[in-house]
């Protein structure tokens, strides 16, 4: 009897560890959606006040949120790509909390393949597409998985070619787009890696610092392409644009005064182990690194980057 009383618990608290995924996965989603109705109540027009995580990697859920509930969406769709294997992004929340659907790319099979297996994949729309992204091939890998035109929202995160690819897309006009830039290259220099259609930081530069765009040269490219820049997030990584013709009475920023100098300590030695270099450390590590003038044609070396107001 006692044996069997054993057995009894031991399956009891196997099928409790079994579902604990599942519990903690409704938790998040729970204390988000009362983020997300506190924030809507406080009716801030400052989006930095409306951050707040679920699934993303910072506050950009909260900052999504926000923007959702003050520009007119018909299309519910999103593109993300550089999603890894989409347990940390900009769209999950989208995806399960406002029923949303769209499509997510990774270059890498693996995070492809765990994103098909994730229960998300058949309880919601969602299109998860394997490829290494350049500027070539990115409007055929959203066009051939049916999206086209005015959609929600674009997310571009690759740690790479970033400027280039959000330059080449043209198959859709999103209302929203969220760019990372990389904050070591400063508030005002309009630059970004010279292009390279192989690009992997990685690979790059060992310290891994090396990659992306500044945050005034994606504003360069905003206002070419008719977007406004409404802000960054606290941690200095990732920056939200509005289509001009959706701005209403949102912020405009300058990237004077939407730019965070993050405080990410990221950098790598020469055989991958974290060194944690300051900021201007970081920065003097890659002096001699090439970068790309968009506004110039250019090119220069991240020792050239000064920041004058």
């Given at each position: 009897m006692k044996i069997q009383s054993y057995l009894q618990r031991l399956r009891l608290f196997i099928s409790q560890l079994v579902t604990f995924p599942q519990r903690l996965d409704d938790l998040q989603m729970a204390l988000g959606r009362i983020e997300m109705r506190q924030l809507?109540?406080?009716?801030?027009?400052?989006?930095?006040?409306?951050?707040?995580?679920?699934?993303?990697?910072?506050?950009?859920?909260?900052?999504?949120?926000?923007?959702?509930?003050?520009?007119?969406?018909?299309?519910?769709?999103?593109?993300?790509?550089?999603?890894?294997?989409?347990?940390?992004?900009?769209?999950?929340?989208?995806?399960?909390?406002?029923?949303?659907?769209?499509?997510?790319?990774?270059g890498s099979n693996e995070n492809i393949n765990y994103i098909k297996s994730d229960q998300i994949y058949w309880q919601h729309n969602l299109k998860a597409e394997c490829a290494f992204i350049d500027k070539d091939n990115i409007n055929d890998l959203i066009k051939t998985n049916g999206l086209s035109g005015d959609i929600g929202l674009l997310s571009v995160d690759i740690d790479g070619n970033d400027y280039w690819v959000w330059e080449a897309i043209n198959c859709i006009s999103p209302r929203i787009v969220i760019c990372e830039y990389n904050s070591i290259f400063g508030a005002y220099k309009k630059v970004t890696i010279p292009y390279d259609k192989y690009f992997v930081y990685s690979k790059a530069h060992f310290s891994t610092l090396y990659w992306g765009a500044s945050i005034a040269a994606f504003n360069y490219l905003a206002q070419q392409k008719g977007y406004s820049l409404v802000c960054s997030n606290n941690m200095g990584n990732n920056l939200f644009f509005v289509r001009n013709d959706l701005m209403g009475n949102l912020p405009i920023n300058s990237p004077e005064k939407a730019y965070v100098k993050s405080q990410f300590r990221t950098s790598r030695d020469i055989d991958g182990r974290l060194t944690f270099l300051d900021f201007d450390s970081g920065l003097k590590l890659i002096a001699d690194m090439p970068l790309y003038e968009v506004d110039t044609g250019k090119v220069i070396n991240v020792r050239a980057i000064t920041d004058e107001s």
């Open positions: 809507a109540e406080a009716s801030s027009m400052s989006t930095l006040f409306n951050e707040f995580k679920v699934y993303s990697q910072n506050g950009e859920d909260g900052i999504i949120q926000f923007l959702i509930r003050n520009i007119e969406i018909p299309n519910k769709t999103f593109v993300e790509f550089g999603v890894h294997n989409y347990t940390e992004s900009n769209t999950r929340f989208l995806l399960k909390n406002n029923g949303w659907s769209g499509l997510v790319i990774d």
